[in-house]
């Protein structure tokens, strides 16, 4: 084997090894002494994945002491009526439970806690261990599925402009070179890829990808279902390479084939009847605009990316550029068939 062939793509080495990001302080030692005896009574999809949790919770009115574990208190400008942020260290999955419930515990001794629409759950997962296609093909199935997350977190979510769905944006145009744009993401999307590398936009570098779908919540089993979500995306994520979602995002043109996809990658989370009556083929068209413009683009000469985005959002050009070819109207569609990919997680 040659040295050319030896040597791994840096799309395909760890962001860990690429960015060099300095350790995390995890507390191991500290927590598994306050954890030693404790059960837990929900699975989770990974054991081991880290996470950060963040929860909005109003009328704090007295102080809470944490004596040193799982979480910290922060001011959060957006809150109201005493509102207070608590953010976790990072934790590994299996320890959502205990920090959750510790949490609630903590809170609740002298507070009465309130969640107005105003406060939030966000979730930070950990990528460090992923490699740049990992992420993106992590970011083409979140985009395929959004509308599976905002169903979970319900409707008022999908409408604030604190959490600005993907397929409501732009952004989805930078997944194809999210490395170079992930400094460029907005925070307000409702998942927020400007956690990996920082940005000026106000997102730190944490090495994660934020989920900021979810409401205020201190119920430790809505919680743990929302990371299983999320965890269930990067199960996939780390399974399929690049080059087949790609594929796969060419083969799907039916109901059917992408709910049996649906159904593979969530599993008993999976709300098939109801995805069924959601527009999520506004979802998969976007997506399909985002990967292959830059190819259609060349192709056929067109002159930015504006009119096309409003041509596939159903809006009507209000000028018609004079190389817009007609072939455009239709990406391209094959037999529906994902059975070509290995899916099997087990």
């Known amino acids: 084997m040659s040295d050319v062939e030896k040597k791994v793509s840096k799309d395909d080495m760890s962001l860990e090894k690429l960015l060099g990001f300095s350790g995390l302080d995890v507390r191991k030692e500290y927590h598994a002494a306050f954890e030693q005896g404790k059960e837990r009574l929900f699975p989770m999809v990974y054991d081991s994945a880290l996470v950060g949790l963040e929860i909005e919770v109003e009328n704090i009115r007295r102080d809470v002491c944490f004596e040193n574990l799982y979480w910290e208190e922060k001011e959060d400008n957006s809150l109201r009526n005493y509102g207070r942020e608590f953010t976790s260290i990072p934790l590994r999955t299996k320890q959502v439970e205990f920090a959750m419930n510790y949490l609630r515990e903590v809170i609740c001794r002298q507070n009465t806690p309130d969640f107005s629409p105003r406060t939030s759950v966000h979730v930070h997962l950990n990528v460090r261990d992923m490699s740049w296609n990992q992420i993106r093909t992590f970011l083409c199935l979140y985009a395929m599925f959004e509308r599976h997350f905002f169903l979970l977190a319900g409707g008022t979510r999908e409408k604030s402009i604190f959490c600005v769905p ?168 094959f037999t529906p068939n994902v059975d070509h990919v290995q899916l099997d997680f087990n």
Not at 192 to 208: D, H, K, L, P, V
Not at 237 to 258: D, F, G, H, M, Q
């Open 166 to 333: 993907l397929y409501k944006s732009k952004q989805s145009f930078d997944i194809p070179q999210i490395e170079k744009r992930c400094t460029a993401w907005h925070k307000y999307n409702a998942i927020n890829c400007g956690t990996i590398c920082g940005n000026g936009n106000g997102s730190s570098m944490f090495g994660t990808i934020e989920f900021r779908h979810l409401y205020g919540t201190l119920n430790t089993k809505e919680v743990v279902d929302w990371v299983n979500n999320i965890l269930c995306l990067r199960k996939a994520a780390v399974t399929i390479p690049y080059p087949e979602i790609r594929k796969i995002l060419e083969t799907i043109n039916t109901t059917s084939a992408y709910l049996a996809l649906y159904r593979t990658i969530f599993g008993e989370y999976a709300r098939p009847s109801q995805m069924a009556k959601l527009d999520f083929e506004t979802c998969i068209t976007r997506l399909k605009l985002a990967l292959w413009t830059p190819e259609l683009k060349k192709k056929y000469k067109l002159k930015g990316e504006s009119l096309l985005y409003t041509y596939y959002s159903s809006v009507k050009p209000k000028k018609i550029d004079p190389y817009y070819p007609k072939e455009w109207a239709t990406l391209p569609v």
